[in-house]
């Protein structure tokens, strides 16, 4: 069995029509919801791209990987889902973005060449790479963020785009009344379509590399393969190619989930992000009147290219061999809580698509149904191992296998889900002067009640989504619920116990250690030799061989 592994970026949970939206329409996505589960209460581990990313990557939590802010380099020697799938025999390949960067202090340090397959791997989180592309090419007086060759800029090139930088010039940018630029980075730019020709754009771009990937894995027999399609939209810029650019218009943008009450007294750290630049913007109507029909124009192609994939799976006859996972590395507020992109845990933000169709007939009883177990990003690792064949290591994934829950199976299941955010780079860190180390905050939900634990001395926030699915009225603001509080911190103080980094022996191997120095002749703490079997003595007992002690 092949793994199909889909990720869009900063895609929203509630942004499909399975799951309840009342206007985006997203038969593709629906179409794999109809087939396999859809897990409703999926979170990732932190909010931000970098960090989430790499927990999907390595199973493990921020904390454990170390790796919490992007461009924070994930250090040499971290085991990836390529690593685990590999040792079960399948191949782990990357299409798109990973948001990965590499530790290049430890590569050398270690003396790993970049061009060696192990360094390589190294440098690209694990995967072999079909063809990677971050997605964010954006240039300045400094030259450009992301200063690798984009092979997306390149094909645009090839086609005949008349630009250094064709990914700013004409895929994310219109066109003015005077025939000027119109960049999307600028907000007031989201309704009009961007300037390339719609095959051309992003989406289709990947989704044919990933048929290209496909058809030669088939006509080589390669497999069975992993592949990781990781398309960049729709994170912003909000901008997207006709017809996409004006199929959604303010009719169809909801009002924004907010009110008063979440601003008088807020908890700091909140206080601070809704203060922010971003926030401000999409605080404003005719902000969010124009950037969320483009939002919703940009995941209108996904879900259309993604039936593309559906179509050549069912054509070429690999639909039967092939699981297909869907989800996001994280949500986008949108202005809802009066917030803008995503860095903190209500569900807008910290709760993730996660639909997963798995061909096997053990998942027969599930199909086209909903669970709402607590599910974490991190447990994709262990679920695709599983699936492979393999064994799981349970002493390096901290995520628990889907499998069971697939099979319509109802195991022991966590009790909480986590997700950690570290803001030590931004903005809000420097006002509220704190210094990087408390700058952290982690997230506890037990799918009822959710609590943020902020360090640097500042009270939690807590929600109650029983009585307020919302998220609107922060609990913490008096002081009736000591009694979840004491829950909560038991459930974080739980979690903050875990081994995380006892990683290279696993208990199968601690278990096979006990006694074994005692075969080998390591007897330490005798009294008289009767504590143990003659046969462990035997290497120490009888006539001495030469005497040279005197009487």
Same mark, same amino acid.
């Given at each position: 069995?092949?793994?199909?592994? !889909?990720?869009y970026?900063q895609?929203?949970?509630?942004y499909?029509?399975?799951?309840?939206?009342?206007h985006?329409?997203?038969?593709?996505?629906d179409?794999?919801?109809?087939?396999?589960?859809?897990?409703?209460?999926?979170?990732?581990?932190?909010?931000?791209?970098g960090?989430s990313?790499?927990?999907?990557?390595t199973?493990?939590?921020?904390?454990s990987?170390g790796?919490a802010?992007?461009?924070?380099?994930?250090?040499?020697?971290?085991?990836?889902?390529?690593?685990?799938?590999r040792?079960?025999?399948m191949?782990c390949?990357l299409?798109?973005?990973?948001?990965?960067?590499?530790?290049?202090?430890?590569m050398?340090?270690?003396?790993?060449?970049?061009?060696?397959?192990?360094?390589?791997?190294?440098?690209?989180?694990g995967?072999?790479?079909w063809?990677?592309?971050?997605?964010?090419?954006?240039?300045?007086?400094d030259?450009?963020? /992301?200063e690798?060759?984009?092979?997306?800029?390149e094909?645009?090139?090839?086609?005949?785009?008349?630009?250094?930088?064709?990914?700013?010039?004409?895929a994310?940018?219109?066109?003015?009344?005077?025939?000027?630029?119109?960049?999307?980075?600028?907000?007031?730019?989201?309704?009009?379509?961007a300037?390339?020709?719609?095959?051309?754009?992003e989406?289709?771009?990947?989704?044919?590399?990933?048929?290209?990937f496909?058809?030669?894995?088939?006509?080589m027999g390669?497999?069975?393969?992993?592949?990781?399609?990781?398309?960049?939209?729709?994170?912003?810029?909000?901008?997207?190619?006709?017809?996409?650019?004006?199929?959604?218009?303010?009719?169809?943008?909801?009002?924004?989930?907010?009110?008063?009450c979440?601003r008088?007294?807020?908890?700091?750290?909140?206080?601070?992000?809704?203060?922010?630049?971003i926030?401000?913007?999409f605080?404003?109507d005719?902000?969010?009147n124009?950037?969320?029909?483009a939002?919703?124009?940009?995941?209108?192609?996904?879900?259309?290219?993604?039936?593309?994939?559906?179509?050549?799976?069912?054509?070429?006859?690999?639909?039967k061999?092939?699981?297909?996972?869907l989800t996001?590395d994280?949500g /986008?507020?949108?202005?809802?809580?009066?917030?803008?992109?995503?860095?903190?845990?209500?569900?807008?933000?910290?709760?993730?698509?996660?639909i997963i169709?798995?061909?096997?007939?053990?998942?027969?009883?599930t199909?086209?149904?909903?669970?709402?177990?607590?599910?974490?990003? !991190?447990?994709?690792?262990?679920?695709?191992?599983?699936?492979?064949g393999?064994?799981?290591?349970?002493? !390096?994934?901290?995520?628990?296998?889907?499998?069971?829950?697939?099979?319509?199976?109802t195991?022991?299941?966590?009790?909480?889900a986590?997700?950690?955010?570290?803001y030590?780079?931004?903005?809000q860190g420097?006002?509220?002067?704190?210094?990087?180390n408390?700058?952290?905050?982690?997230?506890?939900?037990?799918?009822?009640?959710?609590?943020?634990?902020?360090?640097?001395?500042?009270?939690?926030?807590?929600?109650?989504l029983?009585?307020?699915?919302?998220?609107?009225?922060?609990?913490?603001?008096?002081?009736?619920h000591?009694?979840?509080?004491?829950?909560?911190?038991?459930?974080?103080?739980h979690?903050?116990?875990?081994?995380?980094?006892?990683?290279?022996?696993?208990?199968?191997? !601690?278990?096979?250690?006990?006694?074994?120095?005692?075969?080998?002749?390591?007897?330490?703490?005798l009294i008289?030799?009767?504590e143990?079997?003659?046969?462990?003595?035997?290497?120490?007992?009888?006539?001495?061989?030469?005497?040279?002690?005197?009487?």
């Amino acid at each position: 069995m092949n793994i199909l592994f !889909i990720m869009y970026d900063q895609l929203r949970f509630d942004y499909l029509s399975c799951a309840g939206h009342p206007h985006l329409k997203t038969p593709n996505f629906d179409r794999v919801a109809a087939k396999g589960v859809r897990f409703t209460n999926a979170y990732v581990q932190s909010t931000i791209c970098g960090a989430s990313r790499m927990s999907f990557y390595t199973g493990r939590y921020v904390s454990s990987h170390g790796a919490a802010w992007n461009g924070f380099p994930l250090r040499v020697g971290e085991q990836t889902l390529g690593d685990h799938l590999r040792r079960a025999g399948m191949e782990c390949w990357l299409l798109g973005k990973t948001h990965m960067k590499a530790d290049a202090e430890g590569m050398a340090r270690l003396g790993l060449s970049p061009d060696s397959e192990i360094g390589a791997r190294q440098s690209e989180c694990g995967f072999d790479t079909w063809i990677r592309d971050d997605g964010l090419w954006g240039s300045g007086p400094d030259g450009f963020y /992301d200063e690798k060759r984009s092979p997306y800029n390149e094909f645009l090139k090839s086609k005949g785009y008349p630009s250094d930088n064709p990914w700013a010039d004409f895929a994310n940018a219109g066109v003015d009344d005077e025939g000027n630029k119109a960049t999307g980075w600028m907000y007031n730019n989201a309704d009009k379509p961007a300037n390339i020709r719609e095959e051309d754009s992003e989406t289709p771009w990947l989704t044919r590399q990933t048929i290209d990937f496909m058809n030669q894995a088939k006509a080589m027999g390669k497999g069975p393969w992993c592949a990781h399609v990781s398309f960049i939209k729709p994170h912003w810029p909000y901008i997207v190619p006709a017809p996409y650019h004006n199929m959604f218009n303010e009719s169809h943008v909801p009002s924004p989930v907010r009110d008063d009450c979440e601003r008088d007294d807020p908890q700091p750290v909140y206080g601070a992000y809704m203060e922010n630049k971003i926030a401000k913007a999409f605080q404003r109507d005719d902000v969010r009147n124009k950037v969320i029909p483009a939002y919703m124009g940009l995941i209108k192609q996904c879900d259309d290219q993604l039936g593309v994939l559906l179509d050549h799976l069912e054509e070429t006859g690999q639909m039967k061999d092939t699981m297909i996972v869907l989800t996001s590395d994280h949500g /986008d507020y949108l202005g809802d809580h009066w917030l803008g992109e995503k860095d903190l845990f209500h569900d807008q933000s910290v709760k993730v698509p996660m639909i997963i169709f798995d061909p096997r007939s053990s998942a027969d009883a599930t199909r086209g149904t909903t669970i709402d177990a607590l599910v974490e990003a !991190i447990d994709l690792v262990p679920t695709f191992v599983e699936a492979a064949g393999g064994k799981v290591a349970k002493n !390096i994934l901290e995520g628990r296998s889907l499998v069971p829950l697939l099979n319509g199976e109802t195991p022991d299941w966590r009790e909480v889900a986590i997700s950690e955010f570290d803001y030590s780079p931004t903005p809000q860190g420097l006002k509220l002067g704190l210094e990087p180390n408390d700058c952290r905050l982690f997230m506890v939900f037990d799918g009822r009640y959710k609590m943020m634990h902020a360090m640097g001395g500042f009270r939690p926030m807590l929600f109650d989504l029983q009585t307020d699915p919302d998220e609107l009225h922060d609990l913490a603001k008096d002081d009736a619920h000591d009694v979840i509080f004491d829950q909560m911190y038991a459930h974080l103080a739980h979690w903050g116990r875990r081994n995380a980094q006892r990683v290279t022996k696993s208990d199968e191997d !601690i278990v096979n250690m006990r006694g074994k120095s005692l075969r080998k002749g390591i007897l330490p703490f005798l009294i008289d030799g009767t504590e143990v079997p003659d046969e462990l003595l035997v290497s120490y007992s009888g006539p001495a061989p030469q005497r040279y002690t005197k009487d």
